[in-house]
């Protein structure tokens, strides 16, 4: 017992000193989940019934809730909203969250390298993520499956660059 409060400690002392976790306001006595800076793998939020699963970077408790946080390691657009990407991926943790955990999901945090932004879950963007993830579904059925982009810089990063032949690249 001892040896587990030890190392938990240790977590917790290393979180403090963390940088991109500190410039999130949140205390490190709130994480109930955490999948960066730590030896501990921690599982995958597996949600049946979306078909989704992730890692969040934490889970934060808060009053009425969990909140999931998401660290980038860019900077922050020049607009002041999230990219599209970030946003939608933030809300497939809320998403992960309210059904994996049965908790309430007020909001989720983009910490992006020169500032943090808040971004309310509304019903209105779980509803935006529920349409997204049925059309994506529904391409996979169609089977084929075209890029809807014209940045070279997306191409360079993405997964599929080895089988894709419509790269930009």
């Given at each position: ?52 699963s992730g890692r969040p970077d ?38 992960l969250v309210e059904d994996v ?69």
């Open positions: 017992m001892l040896f587990l409060i030890s190392i938990i400690a240790a977590i917790l002392a290393w979180l403090l000193r963390h940088p991109r976790f500190a410039q999130t306001g949140f205390p490190a006595l709130k994480i109930r989940y955490a999948d960066v800076g730590t030896i501990y793998q921690q599982p995958a939020l597996i949600s049946a019934r979306y078909g989704l934490y889970l934060i408790r808060v009053d009425d809730g969990v909140v999931p946080v998401e660290l980038k390691s860019v900077r922050s657009p020049r607009s002041g909203r999230p990219y599209e990407g970030h946003l939608l991926q933030l809300a497939a943790y809320c998403l955990c049965h908790a309430f999901v007020p909001y989720g945090v983009l910490q992006y390298d020169d500032r943090c932004i808040r971004v309310e879950y509304t019903s209105s963007v779980r509803r935006d993520l529920l349409v997204l993830i049925e059309e994506i579904r529904t391409a996979k059925r169609g089977g084929e499956v075209h890029i809807n982009h014209n940045c070279a810089a997306r191409c360079r990063s993405c997964g599929f660059r080895e089988v894709c032949g419509e790269g930009l690249l």
